[in-house]
C-alpha cells in the first residue's frame, strides 16, 4: 500500500458509545506556575484556558480568583515566570516564547510579523492599580524592596527600584566577572550578593559586596560549585560542590560519581569548611527537585537539601555547626544527615515555610502512582501528611499565615489551584467550579496495574476501560508511552500540561471504546533511581521496549481485549517506543501514532549533548544507532501515522523527514501530519485538538470494526 492522504481520515470512524467530544474533556483550564507573595496572603497562577493564557490571583481570607490580564485568543504566545513582590503590590510575568535557533520566537499563529518575548510588571494595589509596564530589564529584588540586582553585558549591577525595571546599562556595577554571572542571590541584611561565575568545565560561587566596594570567590575550586544559600542571619553561605564527570553522551549509568558536597563559608574571614559529603554509590552523582532553588538553611540552623541515597530521592538535613576543612578522600565532619521522612518515595517539589523552620513538599510515599502533601520540621520532628487519599497534589507554596496553596486534581476532576488552612482543613478552590462543558461525570476512574516486561521486570501502568464494556467483549486496545523519559503518568490528570492533555486523551480513547494501558517504561521517574537508570536504557540498548512488548502481551492476554487489534501512541520519547514497537514486533501491533519521536539515537543525541561527534566514538555511536528504531526498518509493517511541528527545540524535525522517507521506500502505510511552526509541547489548543483528532481518526480506521 502507499502513502494514504490526511483526507482519508475524514472518513466515517467506527461507531461508539461516546458521550462527549474530545473539545469538552479539553475544555478545562490548565494552572501552572503557583507563586504566593512573602508577606500577604496573596497567590497567583497561569491559567491556560482552550489556549488563552492569563495571569490569575486570589487573596485571603476570601480566595476569590481574578484574572489579571485579559489575553483571549489561541494565539500560541506562552506566559509564565511569575514573581509576585513581597507586599503582594505587583507581579511580574513573561509573555512569548524565548528565542532558540537563530534567536527565533516560536509563532505557531503564523502572525504577519512574528512574535517577540516580551516581560511586564503589573500593579496590582495603589495609585497605580492596573496599570502594567514593559521591562526591558529584570534581576532579584532586595529583602527590603528597595533594590533590585541584575546580570548584563557580564557585569553585576545594582539601583534603587521603584516599581519599575532600570535601564540595563544604569546602576552601580558592583561586580564583573570573567564569564559573567548567574544565580544571583542577595543576603538576609542585603548587604551582599552571591552569584555563580560559570568557567564551563568549573564554576566558581563568588560575594559581591551591595555597595560595589568589592568582590571575591570563596575557596575557588576545580569544580562546579553552585547554589549559594545564606544564613539566616548573613554571616555564612552554603553552597554545593560537584565535579564535572566526563560520561558517555547518553550517561547510561548515572549511580556512580565522585561524591558531591556541602561547603559553608565564613563569608567575614573566607574560611570554608566541608559539611556534608554525599557517600559512594547511590546518591553520589546529584538528582534534584523541580525548581532553581536545591537547598534550604533554616531559623534553627540545619541545612536541607534532596539527596538518593538508598536509591530514592528524599529530603534530608544535617546541622549547619560542626565542619571543617577535609580532603576528598575522608568523610566530612559535619553532624550526621537526618531523613526528614522515611519510606520509599520521590520528592519533586519542596519547599521552606514561613516560619523558617518546616519543609512541605509532595511525595509519593504509600501512593507510588499518586502524589500527596507532607510537611516536616528540619530537626526531623512533625512528620504531617496535608494530604491523603485519591486526589493527586503537587507544586505546594506555603503562605506567611500558615496555610499552603498548591495544585490539584483528580482521576476525574482537572487540575485546579487551591489553598489548604492546615492538614485535613476545608479547601479553598479560588479558580471556581470545573467549567460545565467539562465531562466530568461521564469519566472512568483508571485502575492500577502492575504486569512482567519480557526479562521479568515489574512494570506499572494505569488502565482505562471503556464505559459499558459487557463480559464477554473484546475491545481494540492502546498503549500510551509518555514522554520523557524522565516521566510517570499518574492516576489521575498530571501535573504537566503536555500530559494532563495526554490524560484527557486517553480518556476520549476510552470513551470512543478503546482499552487504554498507560505504561510507565523503565527509565521514567516515581520508582526509584536503580528504576530510572536501567541497564541498558536509551541509546545504549533501548531496553525499555521490553516493557512495551510486555505490555501488549499483557493486554492480549486479557479477555476484555481483541488481540488482533492493539496499537500503540506516545510523544517523544514515547515516540521513538511506538516506532520500537512497530519495527521490532509486527505481529502484536494493528497500528500506530508516533508524534515527535526519535528514531536515531545518532541524531537524537544532540538534542542534549550539542558536542556529540559520532564519529569520534565508533563503538558507541554504532550501539546508539542498534538502539533506534531505524535500525529494524525493514521489520516495520504496520501503518503509523507520524505527527511533528517544524518548530521543535526538543527532537530534531529531520527525526521525522529521515523516517518518513524510509517508510515510503519500503512500501509502508503511513501518514504524515506536519504543524508549521509548532514547537515540541504544542502552543497552540487548536494544535492539541488537531493532533488527537487525527490520532483518534486513525485507529478508527485501522482497528475499528472494519478495520484491519
Same mark, same amino acid.
Given at each position: 500500500?502507499? &502513502?494514504l492522504?490526511l483526507a482519508?481520515?475524514?472518513m466515517?470512524?467506527?461507531?461508539s458509545?461516546q458521550?462527549f467530544s474530545?473539545?469538552?474533556v479539553l475544555?478545562a483550564?490548565?494552572?501552572?506556575?503557583?507563586v504566593?507573595?512573602?508577606e500577604?496572603?496573596?497567590?497567583a497562577?497561569?491559567?491556560?484556558e482552550?489556549?488563552?493564557r492569563? &495571569?490569575?490571583? =486570589?487573596?485571603?481570607?476570601?480566595w476569590?480568583?481574578e484574572?489579571?490580564?485579559d489575553?483571549?485568543?489561541?494565539?500560541?504566545?506562552?506566559?509564565?515566570?511569575?514573581e509576585?513582590?513581597?507586599?503582594?503590590?505587583?507581579?511580574v510575568y513573561t509573555?512569548? *516564547?524565548?528565542?532558540?535557533r537563530?534567536?527565533?520566537?516560536?509563532?505557531?499563529?503564523l502572525p504577519?510579523d512574528?512574535?517577540?518575548?516580551?516581560?511586564?510588571l503589573h500593579?496590582?494595589?495603589?495609585?497605580?492599580?492596573g496599570s502594567?509596564v514593559?521591562?526591558?530589564q529584570?534581576?532579584?529584588i532586595?529583602?527590603?524592596?528597595s533594590?533590585i540586582?541584575?546580570?548584563?553585558?557580564?557585569r553585576?549591577r545594582?539601583a534603587?527600584f521603584r516599581?519599575?525595571?532600570p535601564?540595563p546599562d544604569?546602576g552601580?556595577?558592583?561586580?564583573?566577572?570573567?564569564r559573567g554571572a548567574?544565580q544571583l542571590r542577595w543576603?538576609?541584611?542585603?548587604?551582599?550578593?552571591?552569584f555563580v561565575?560559570?568557567r564551563?568545565?568549573h564554576?566558581?560561587?563568588g &560575594?559581591?559586596?551591595?555597595?560595589?566596594?568589592?568582590?571575591r570567590f570563596?575557596d575557588?575550586y576545580?569544580?562546579r560549585d553552585?547554589q549559594?544559600t545564606?544564613s539566616?542571619d548573613g554571616?555564612r553561605l552554603?553552597?554545593q560542590r560537584?565535579?564535572?564527570?566526563p560520561?558517555?553522551p547518553?550517561?547510561p549509568l548515572?549511580?556512580?560519581?565522585?561524591?558531591?558536597?556541602i561547603m559553608?563559608?565564613e563569608v567575614?574571614s573566607?574560611?570554608?569548611?566541608?559539611?556534608?559529603?554525599a557517600?559512594?554509590?547511590?546518591?553520589?552523582r546529584?538528582?534534584? &527537585?523541580v525548581?532553581g532553588?536545591q537547598?534550604w538553611?533554616?531559623?534553627?540552623?540545619?541545612?536541607?537539601?534532596p539527596?538518593?541515597a538508598g536509591?530514592?530521592?528524599?529530603?534530608w538535613?544535617?546541622?549547619?555547626?560542626?565542619?571543617?576543612?577535609r580532603?576528598w578522600?575522608?568523610?566530612?565532619?559535619?553532624g550526621?544527615?537526618?531523613l526528614?521522612?522515611d519510606g520509599?518515595?520521590?520528592?519533586?517539589?519542596?519547599?521552606l515555610?514561613?516560619?523558617g523552620?518546616t519543609?512541605?513538599?509532595d511525595?509519593?510515599r504509600?501512593d507510588i502512582?499518586r502524589?500527596?502533601?507532607w510537611?516536616v520540621? =528540619?530537626d526531623g520532628?512533625?512528620?504531617t501528611?496535608?494530604t491523603?487519599g485519591?486526589g493527586?497534589e503537587?507544586?505546594?507554596v506555603?503562605l506567611?499565615?500558615?496555610?499552603v496553596?498548591f495544585?490539584g486534581?483528580g482521576?476525574?476532576t482537572?487540575?485546579?489551584?487551591f489553598?489548604l488552612?492546615?492538614?485535613?482543613?476545608?479547601?479553598?478552590?479560588?479558580?471556581g467550579?470545573i467549567?460545565?462543558?467539562?465531562p466530568e461525570?461521564e469519566l472512568v476512574?483508571?485502575?492500577a496495574?502492575?504486569?512482567?516486561a519480557?526479562?521479568g521486570?515489574?512494570?506499572h501502568g494505569?488502565?482505562?476501560?471503556p464505559?459499558?464494556l459487557?463480559?464477554?467483549?473484546?475491545?481494540p486496545a492502546l498503549?500510551f508511552?509518555?514522554g520523557?523519559?524522565?516521566?510517570?503518568?499518574l492516576?489521575?490528570?498530571?501535573?504537566?500540561?503536555?500530559?494532563?492533555?495526554a490524560?484527557?486523551?486517553?480518556q476520549?480513547?476510552a470513551?470512543?471504546?478503546?482499552?487504554?494501558?498507560?505504561? !510507565?517504561?523503565?527509565?521514567g521517574i516515581?520508582?526509584?533511581?536503580d528504576?530510572?537508570?536501567?541497564?541498558?536504557?536509551g541509546?545504549t540498548?533501548?531496553?525499555?521496549?521490553r516493557?512495551v512488548?510486555?505490555a501488549?502481551? /499483557?493486554?492480549?492476554?486479557r479477555?476484555?481485549?481483541d488481540?488482533?487489534?492493539i496499537?500503540?501512541?506516545?510523544?517523544s520519547?514515547?515516540?521513538y517506543?511506538t516506532?520500537h514497537?512497530?519495527?521490532?514486533?509486527?505481529?502484536?501491533?494493528a497500528?500506530g501514532?508516533?508524534?515527535?519521536?526519535v528514531?536515531?539515537?545518532?541524531?537524537?543525541?544532540?538534542?542534549f549533548r550539542?558536542?556529540?561527534v559520532?564519529e569520534l566514538m565508533?563503538?558507541?555511536?554504532?550501539l546508539?544507532f542498534?538502539s533506534?528504531?531505524?535500525?529494524?526498518?525493514?521489520?516495520?509493517?504496520d501503518p503509523?501515522l507520524l505527527i511533528?511541528?517544524?518548530d521543535d527545540? !526538543?527532537?530534531?524535525?529531520s527525526?521525522t523527514?529521515t523516517?518518513a522517507?524510509?517508510?515510503?521506500?519500503r512500501?509502508?502505510p503511513? *501518514?504524515?501530519?506536519v504543524l508549521?511552526?509548532?514547537?515540541?509541547?504544542?502552543?497552540?489548543h487548536?494544535s492539541w485538538l488537531r493532533? /488527537?483528532e487525527a490520532?483518534?481518526a486513525?485507529?478508527?480506521?485501522w482497528?475499528?470494526?472494519?478495520?484491519r
Amino acid at each position: 500500500m502507499g &502513502v494514504l492522504l490526511l483526507a482519508a481520515l475524514a472518513m466515517p470512524a467506527a461507531a461508539s458509545a461516546q458521550s462527549f467530544s474530545l473539545e469538552e474533556v479539553l475544555s478545562a483550564p490548565f494552572p501552572d506556575g503557583l507563586v504566593a507573595a512573602a508577606e500577604a496572603e496573596v497567590i497567583a497562577w497561569v491559567s491556560n484556558e482552550e489556549g488563552a493564557r492569563n &495571569v490569575w490571583i =486570589a487573596r485571603g481570607p476570601e480566595w476569590v480568583g481574578e484574572a489579571v490580564t485579559d489575553l483571549s485568543e489561541d494565539d500560541g504566545q506562552s506566559v509564565g515566570g511569575l514573581e509576585l513582590a513581597a507586599d503582594g503590590s505587583w507581579i511580574v510575568y513573561t509573555r512569548g *516564547d524565548g528565542g532558540n535557533r537563530d534567536d527565533w520566537a516560536a509563532a505557531p499563529a503564523l502572525p504577519v510579523d512574528g512574535a517577540e518575548r516580551t516581560r511586564w510588571l503589573h500593579h496590582l494595589t495603589g495609585p497605580d492599580a492596573g496599570s502594567r509596564v514593559e521591562l526591558d530589564q529584570w534581576g532579584t529584588i532586595s529583602p527590603d524592596g528597595s533594590r533590585i540586582a541584575w546580570s548584563s553585558g557580564g557585569r553585576i549591577r545594582v539601583a534603587p527600584f521603584r516599581g519599575v525595571a532600570p535601564d540595563p546599562d544604569s546602576g552601580t556595577v558592583v561586580a564583573r566577572p570573567r564569564r559573567g554571572a548567574s544565580q544571583l542571590r542577595w543576603s538576609p541584611d542585603g548587604r551582599r550578593i552571591a552569584f555563580v561565575s560559570n568557567r564551563e568545565a568549573h564554576a566558581f560561587v563568588g &560575594v559581591a559586596e551591595a555597595d560595589g566596594s568589592g568582590f571575591r570567590f570563596l575557596d575557588p575550586y576545580v569544580t562546579r560549585d553552585g547554589q549559594p544559600t545564606w544564613s539566616p542571619d548573613g554571616t555564612r553561605l552554603a553552597f554545593q560542590r560537584r565535579w564535572l564527570t566526563p560520561t558517555l553522551p547518553f550517561e547510561p549509568l548515572r549511580t556512580e560519581d565522585i561524591p558531591w558536597r556541602i561547603m559553608v563559608a565564613e563569608v567575614e574571614s573566607g574560611e570554608v569548611q566541608e559539611l556534608f559529603a554525599a557517600e559512594p554509590g547511590a546518591g553520589s552523582r546529584f538528582t534534584g &527537585v523541580v525548581g532553581g532553588t536545591q537547598m534550604w538553611w533554616t531559623q534553627d540552623d540545619h541545612v536541607v537539601f534532596p539527596w538518593e541515597a538508598g536509591g530514592w530521592r528524599r529530603l534530608w538535613s544535617v546541622p549547619a555547626a560542626g565542619g571543617q576543612r577535609r580532603l576528598w578522600s575522608v568523610p566530612a565532619a559535619g553532624g550526621q544527615p537526618t531523613l526528614l521522612l522515611d519510606g520509599d518515595h520521590v520528592v519533586q517539589h519542596a519547599t521552606l515555610a514561613a516560619d523558617g523552620r518546616t519543609m512541605v513538599f509532595d511525595a509519593n510515599r504509600g501512593d507510588i502512582d499518586r502524589k500527596h502533601l507532607w510537611s516536616v520540621r =528540619a530537626d526531623g520532628s512533625g512528620r504531617t501528611a496535608w494530604t491523603q487519599g485519591d486526589g493527586i497534589e503537587w507544586a505546594p507554596v506555603p503562605l506567611a499565615s500558615g496555610a499552603v496553596a498548591f495544585l490539584g486534581s483528580g482521576a476525574r476532576t482537572p487540575a485546579r489551584p487551591f489553598v489548604l488552612d492546615g492538614p485535613g482543613e476545608r479547601r479553598h478552590a479560588p479558580r471556581g467550579p470545573i467549567p460545565s462543558s467539562f465531562p466530568e461525570d461521564e469519566l472512568v476512574t483508571p485502575e492500577a496495574v502492575v504486569f512482567p516486561a519480557t526479562d521479568g521486570m515489574s512494570i506499572h501502568g494505569q488502565l482505562f476501560l471503556p464505559p459499558g464494556l459487557r463480559a464477554g467483549d473484546r475491545a481494540p486496545a492502546l498503549l500510551f508511552l509518555h514522554g520523557g523519559s524522565r516521566r510517570q503518568m499518574l492516576l489521575g490528570f498530571h501535573n504537566r500540561g503536555y500530559y494532563h492533555n495526554a490524560y484527557a486523551m486517553n480518556q476520549w480513547l476510552a470513551s470512543k471504546g478503546y482499552v487504554v494501558l498507560a505504561v !510507565n517504561y523503565r527509565s521514567g521517574i516515581g520508582y526509584g533511581l536503580d528504576f530510572r537508570e536501567a541497564e541498558a536504557y536509551g541509546a545504549t540498548g533501548g531496553s525499555e521496549v521490553r516493557d512495551v512488548i510486555g505490555a501488549a502481551l /499483557y493486554l492480549a492476554s486479557r479477555e476484555d481485549v481483541d488481540p488482533q487489534k492493539i496499537g500503540l501512541w506516545g510523544g517523544s520519547y514515547g515516540g521513538y517506543l511506538t516506532a520500537h514497537g512497530l519495527a521490532q514486533a509486527p505481529e502484536l501491533f494493528a497500528a500506530g501514532v508516533d508524534v515527535h519521536g526519535v528514531h536515531d539515537w545518532n541524531e537524537g543525541i544532540h538534542n542534549f549533548r550539542r558536542d556529540y561527534v559520532p564519529e569520534l566514538m565508533p563503538d558507541f555511536s554504532e550501539l546508539a544507532f542498534e538502539s533506534s528504531p531505524l535500525f529494524h526498518i525493514d521489520r516495520w509493517e504496520d501503518p503509523v501515522l507520524l505527527i511533528h511541528g517544524d518548530d521543535d527545540r !526538543n527532537v530534531k524535525f529531520s527525526e521525522t523527514v529521515t523516517l518518513a522517507k524510509e517508510l515510503t521506500i519500503r512500501g509502508v502505510p503511513h *501518514d504524515v501530519l506536519v504543524l508549521p511552526d509548532e514547537v515540541h509541547g504544542f502552543l497552540m489548543h487548536r494544535s492539541w485538538l488537531r493532533v /488527537y483528532e487525527a490520532t483518534g481518526a486513525w485507529f478508527d480506521r485501522w482497528m475499528g470494526p472494519g478495520g484491519r
